[in-house]
C-alpha cells in the first residue's frame, strides 16, 4: 500500500497539470481541412469528370434511330410505258424506319483542346477556393493572438495576486506589531478583489474567442488548453508566394486554351456515316414492298467564311487577359504597400519594447525601494500599491507588445504568401 501511495504521488503532477496544445501551424492545417468551403474542391473535381466524359463521348460513334409513316396527295408517275410491261407508280402511303451512325473521323483537335480547357477550368475554379482559404489566414491570426495575450494577462494577473497575498500576510504582521497604520490590510484585500475582477473578465473575454476560433478551425478548443507562442521571422527578401498570383497564371493560361480551340472550331471535319433502314419503297422507288436498305459513305464540312467571328472572339479573349494583367499589377502593387505598412509597424514595436524594458527595470528598483518603506511603515499600503500596479502595467505593456509583434510578423508573412 505504501508503493502504491508512492507511486500516485509521483505521478499525480503529470496528471493535473497535463494540458492540451495548440500551435499557429496546427491551426492553420485545421482552416483549410475543416472549413466547410474545402468541400467545394472534391464537387469541382466530380463535375469536371462529368464534363470532360461528355466531350470525350464525342468522339464515339452517334446512333440515331427514326420512323416515319406518311400519306401523299400525288406520286411519281412515268408519261410512258414499255411494250409488254407496265412500271406501276409508288403507293401514296409509303413507311420507313432508319438507324443512321455517325462517326467523327478528323475533327481537328478540337474534342482534345475542349477537354484541356475544361481541365484549365478546374485548375481556376479550385485555386478560387484556395485563395479564399487562404484570406481565412489572417482571421486566425487575429483570434489566435488574441487568446495569447489574454493567455498571458491571467499569467499576470495570477502573478500579481500571488504578490499581493503574500504581502498581505506581512502587513497583517505589521498591524499587529503596530508597525503600519490600521486597515492597511483593508486596502490589499479590495485590491485582490478587483484583480478577481479583472480576472473573470479575461476568462469570458479569452472562452468567447477559443469558441470562435474553435468553429473556424472545425475543432473544439478546450478552456484548459495553452496555445504556444510561436517563433517568427520576416524576411524582406523573400518572394511573394501569394496563391492570387498562381491563379492569374492560371486564367491567362485558361484564356490561351480557349484561343486554341476557337482557332481549331472552323478546320475541315471528316464524317463517315452509315444508315441501315426497312421501308416502303426501299431506295428502289419502282418497287412497292417492303424492302431493307443501307447507305454508307463520307462527309466533309468546312467552314470557310464565318464573318470574323472567330477573330472577334479572340479579340475578346486577348483584351480578357490584359484585364488579368492589369488584376495582378493591382494586386503585386496593393501587397507591396501592405508590406510596408507591416514592416514600419514591426520597427515601431521593436522600439517599444526596447523602452519597456528600461521602463520594467525602472519600475523594479522603485517598488523594491516601496516595500522596504511600507516594511518601515513610511508609506502606505495604497502608495506600495500603485507603484506594484505601474510595475505589472509596465509589464502588461511589454507582453502586449510583444503580442502585437507576433501578429505583424504573422500577418506580414501570410500577407507576403509564406
Known amino acids: 500500500m505504501k508503493n502504491v501511495i ?11 497539470y497535463a494540458q492540451e496544445e495548440l500551435t499557429l501551424n496546427k491551426c492553420y492545417e485545421l482552416v483549410n481541412a475543416n472549413y466547410p468551403l474545402n468541400k467545394q474542391i472534391e464537387y469541382m473535381s466530380q ?12 468522339k464515339l460513334p452517334q446512333l440515331e434511330f427514326s420512323a416515319q409513316a406518311t400519306y401523299q396527295s400525288d406520286v411519281i408517275e412515268f408519261p410512258f410505258s414499255f411494250p409488254g410491261s407496265r412500271v406501276e407508280p409508288p403507293n401514296n402511303d409509303q413507311y420507313k424506319a432508319t438507324v443512321s451512325a455517325n462517326q467523327i473521323l478528323y475533327g481537328g483537335g478540337v474534342i482534345d483542346k475542349a477537354i484541356n480547357l475544361k481541365e484549365a477550368e478546374l485548375k481556376v475554379k479550385q485555386k478560387q477556393v484556395e485563395v479564399s482559404l487562404y484570406q481565412l489566414k489572417k482571421q486566425v491570426n487575429q483570434l489566435y493572438f488574441s487568446i495569447l495575450l489574454l493567455q498571458e494577462k491571467q499569467d499576470l494577473i495570477k502573478a500579481r495576486s500571488e504578490q499581493l497575498e503574500s504581502k498581505l500576510k506581512e502587513v497583517k504582521a505589521a498591524i499587529k506589531y503596530g508597525v503600519v497604520l490600521p486597515a492597511s490590510d483593508k486596502i490589499i484585500e479590495a485590491e485582490l478583489l478587483q484583480i478577481e475582477q479583472q480576472s473573470i473578465e479575461i476568462t469570458q473575454n479569452k472562452t468567447s474567442f477559443i469558441n470562435t476560433l474553435s468553429e473556424l478551425i472545425g475543432k473544439e478548443i478546450s478552456l484548459n488548453t495553452e496555445l504556444q507562442s510561436p517563433i517568427i521571422s520576416s524576411d524582406n527578401n523573400s518572394e511573394n508566394m501569394r496563391p492570387e498570383l498562381e491563379l492569374f497564371q492560371l486564367e491567362k493560361s485558361k484564356i490561351e486554351l480557349s484561343e486554341k480551340l476557337i482557332r481549331n472550331q472552323n478546320s475541315p471535319k471528316l464524317m463517315g456515316f452509315g444508315t441501315g433502314g426497312y421501308g416502303n419503297p426501299g431506295l428502289n422507288m419502282l418497287d412497292n414492298s417492303f424492302q431493307p ?9 468546312w467552314n470557310i467564311f464565318d464573318w470574323n467571328v472567330s477573330k472577334n472572339k479572340r479579340k475578346s479573349l486577348l483584351i480578357n487577359k490584359s484585364i488579368i494583367d492589369n488584376q495582378q499589377e493591382i494586386f503585386e502593387l496593393n501587397t507591396t504597400i501592405e508590406l510596408n505598412q507591416h514592416q514600419s509597424e514591426i520597427n515601431k514595436i521593436n522600439e517599444f519594447i526596447k523602452s519597456d524594458n528600461e521602463i520594467i527595470e525602472l519600475r523594479k528598483i522603485i517598488l523594491k525601494t516601496a516595500d522596504a518603506q511600507l516594511k518601515n511603515g513610511v508609506i502606505t499600503s495604497s502608495a506600495y500599491i500603485i507603484e506594484l500596479t505601474n510595475l505589472f502595467e509596465a509589464v502588461n505593456n511589454l507582453k502586449t507588445h510583444e503580442i502585437q509583434l507576433l501578429l505583424t510578423k504573422a500577418n506580414y508573412n501570410v500577407t507576403l504568401g509564406n
Request: glycine share 4%.
Open 6 to 16: 508512492t507511486i500516485l504521488l509521483i505521478f499525480m503532477p503529470w496528471v493535473t
Open 293 to 301: 436498305y443501307y447507305l454508307v459513305g463520307l462527309k466533309l464540312n
Open 47 to 58: 463535375q469536371n469528370s462529368i464534363d470532360v466524359s461528355v466531350i470525350k463521348a464525342s
